[in-house]
């Protein structure tokens, strides 16, 4: 635990240095650095809180968390997607109880005060018995989100005069065209949620920049024979990082026909640069995150049903408290892709990366037991810092066709060095 005589932003200038791939242990289970996380970070970024395909229609809403906040993703009856604090004017209660469905309004249970699709307060049962003085409702509106959408994705953030959601996503945003802008995406069914036993960075940095593990965490693919080239799979490829601490891998591929169906090459490449169409032809698998928790992926495609099939899934790592966090993922598909295309690439997710995956199982006994080894006395005295010193001082491409800094080879913690920089400087801000 921080030393209570020591200023917590003092610690962590000293002892957390990415740039010489310097990480204490403390700072994943560290109680007093969770509560500043979710005050200096989850309450000022952009967060994902949901996609479009889930609000499809007028008086469609989902409920998320931002941090460790309830909101109410609502889709209005002006067409304007906006996104509520789920909590009640009145006295403080969850307004939305139901996870997804269908309103004209939003009642709370406890009173009975009615707010609209824009947050207005509209009803307040018996209010000129209980109100004799009367009620100024103008006053008592839900707590909005400043909410702006990327390529289908909403964002939200509680910082309304900060930089716009293009300014903060910066160069990832051409990563996130071939991701989730290759076509109109939509959601298979409602998000898998399931809980690990590890604070939210661990598995946010892992998604951003590590490509070491999957030679020896799920070699596992390779012995089942799901698919083909040996343990080095992971090791082809780009590392790349943007702006603001996200941060990608990029796997690829000479000499073999992508797995998308052809049927979709039409849309692709009206949707899609040139370059960004060259990058998905040869893509092997695509991993990466939007800091601070935004995580996707395009594993490498495996063998169904006499075929090669790849599933894109995106996933929050959503902080429920110092050593525990909540998996929200999404498994997408092309919404004019042909069926079977849709049916195997969610069996491709569910068998991969669901929450009953035989490699999703892989990664979190790994996120776990980190997490119980950075509790010891000694992470927190510097004699068990970890080393994040892989690819220090190699030279970053010049000629790439994509935007970022971006280096040849898949295997280096330099994303991660710039996922703790961005970590480190939203925890000392102000100090």
């Known amino acids: 635990m921080i030393d209570p005589g020591i200023a917590l932003e003092t610690t962590l200038r000293d002892r957390v240095v990415p740039e010489q791939g310097r990480i204490p242990a403390f700072i994943f289970s560290d109680p007093t650095i969770y509560r500043v996380e979710l005050e200096r970070i989850f309450q000022r970024v952009w967060l994902f809180v949901a996609h479009v395909s889930e ?10 968390n931002m941090g460790e906040q309830t909101v109410i993703v609502a889709h209005g009856e002006d067409d304007m997607v906006r996104v509520f604090l789920n909590y009640c004017r009145h006295r403080g209660m969850e307004l939305c109880r139901s996870e997804l469905g269908n309103t004209s309004h939003f009642r709370c249970p406890y009173h009975g005060f009615t707010y609209s699709y824009t947050g207005a307060l509209t009803g307040v049962p018996f209010q ?74 661990l598995p946010s940095e892992n ?44 796997g690829t591929q000479a000499g073999a026909d992508p797995p998308y169906p052809p049927e979709m090459r039409a849309e692709f490449e009206q949707r899609l640069s040139a370059p960004q169409l060259a ?15 935004l995580s996707f992926l395009i594993p490498t495609a495996i063998h169904l049903e006499g075929r090669e099939v790849w599933s894109t899934t995106l996933r929050l790592w959503q902080p429920r408290s110092v050593d525990s966090t909540e998996v929200v993922s999404w498994c997408l598909v092309e919404k004019n892709a042909p069926d079977w ?23 979190t006994e790994n996120w776990e037991s980190m997490t119980r080894n950075s509790r010891g006395a000694l992470s927190r005295n510097g004699e068990t810092d970890l080393n994040y010193t892989m690819g220090i001082g190699r030279a970053p491409m010049q000629d ?32």
Not at 149 to 178: C, K, N, R
Not at 401 to 419: H, I, L
Request: with cysteine.
């Open 341 to 363: 295309w849709k049916r195997l690439s969610r069996q491709s997710y569910i068998e991969t990366f669901g929450i009953s995956g035989m490699f999703e199982q892989d990664d």
């Open 207 to 250: 998604f951003c920049s590590d490509a070491y593990h999957t030679a020896h965490t799920h070699a596992s693919i390779v012995k089942l024979d799901l698919i083909t080239g040996g343990t080095s799979f992971g090791a082809s490829g780009y590392h790349v990082h943007s702006q603001n601490g996200h941060g990608l891998g990029l």
């Open 279 to 293: 990058l998905l032809d040869r893509l092997k698998n695509l991993h990466g995150n939007v800091f601070p928790n």
């Open 55 to 64: 609000v499809p229609q007028r008086g469609d809403y989902v409920k998320r």
């Open 128 to 201: 000129r018995e209980a109100y004799v003085e009367g009620l100024e409702r103008s006053a008592l509106s839900l707590v909005e989100a400043r909410v702006e959408m990327y390529q289908g994705l909403i964002f939200a953030t509680w910082t309304l005069d900060g930089p716009s959601l293009h300014e903060y996503l910066g160069d990832i945003a051409w990563y996130l065209d071939v991701l989730v802008g290759r076509a109109e995406m939509e959601v298979v069914g409602p998000p898998q949620r399931w809980r690990v036993p590890t604070g939210w960075k």
């Open 400 to 431: 790439f066709a994509g935007p970022g800094v971006v280096y040849d080879g898949k295997y280096s913690e330099e994303n991660a060095r710039r996922f703790y920089r961005t970590w480190l400087d939203y925890m000392v801000a102000g100090s």
